[in-house]
């Protein structure tokens, strides 16, 4: 992992009339690591992450991209165009709802190729190749290259929407309770495809769950949310193995107890 982080928030606050989304919170994501945000319904997550991403201006604060280069962007301070270069190309972005990242109406090695064409690909040959590599990376057959993702299984289709997001490569990518919605069985399964390509790709992650085992499975270190402030951070496994934080305590038990 490099020395400087690729994402950095510092101070953020956000209030939604009396709600204190944010209050006050600074965090580092490193190249190559996995980060989730966990808590409870309505600590702050989402928030967190849309707020990251750019997508929600904070009250106060500030996040800072560190390019490929090691310029240093600030992602409320860029263009909104700016922006939306750098989510189609640096940065990707799974939704816990696959209809809100893929196109349903466009086949599956569309919405695989498009991407590539937005970064300049421009060989039709080629980019049906690298959707079909990519469809078949995330076990999807290939005889299915040319249906619609409205014909797919939920787990197909959330499959098929990461397959959209890591054809480009990006270095970051937003992941907000991918396996939300899944059966157990599609869930485990899915999270084991996650972790492995993250490995391959090593790229970052944030990743919001709620789902604490989702976290020991997947990410590297963890913050724990509640009411807008980060109780508690640190390596997943000591985190998640000796809980300091009272809040971080009842979560990890009231999991075990389930
Ligand atoms: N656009 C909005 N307008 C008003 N209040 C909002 C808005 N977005 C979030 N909130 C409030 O901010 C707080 C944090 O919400 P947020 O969605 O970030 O929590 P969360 O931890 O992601 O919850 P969940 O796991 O249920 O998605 C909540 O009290 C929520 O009601």
Do not use: C
Not at 116 to 123: C, E, F, I, T, Y
Not at 146 to 167: E, H, K, N, Y
């Amino acid at each position: 992992m490099s020395d400087e982080p690729i994402l950095s928030a510092q101070g953020l606050r956000l209030s939604f009339g009396p709600v204190r989304a944010l209050d006050d919170v600074s965090i580092d994501v490193w190249p190559g690591e996995v980060l989730a945000i966990v808590g409870e319904s309505g600590s702050g997550k989402s928030t967190l992450l849309r707020v990251l991403a750019g997508e929600t201006r904070p009250d106060a604060g500030s996040v800072t991209y560190r390019d490929p280069q090691g310029g240093t962007r600030d992602v409320h301070g860029m263009t909104e165009a700016a922006r939306r270069r750098l989510a189609r190309t640096e940065w990707g972005f799974v939704h816990q709802d696959p209809r809100d990242g893929l196109r349903m109406a466009v086949s599956a090695g569309g919405n695989v190729g498009e991407r590539l064409m937005a970064v300049g690909d421009r060989h039709y040959g080629n980019i049906r190749e690298e959707a079909a590599r990519w469809l078949e990376r995330v076990e999807i057959p290939r005889s299915r290259i040319d249906d619609a993702p409205r014909l797919f299984s939920g787990g197909m289709r959330q499959r098929l929407q990461i397959a959209r997001t890591l054809v480009t490569r990006p270095r970051l990518v937003f992941m907000d309770e991918p396996t939300g919605g899944l059966d157990v069985s599609v869930q485990a399964r899915l999270l084991d495809l996650i972790r492995a390509l993250v490995a391959d790709l090593g790229i970052a992650v944030i990743l919001v769950t709620h789902d604490i085992a989702a976290a020991r499975l997947l990410a590297h270190r963890m913050v724990v949310m509640r009411q807008g402030r980060v109780v508690e951070e640190g390596l997943t496994d000591r985190v998640l193995d000796d809980p300091r934080h009272p809040y971080t305590q009842l979560l990890v038990s009231s999991v075990l107890a389930a």
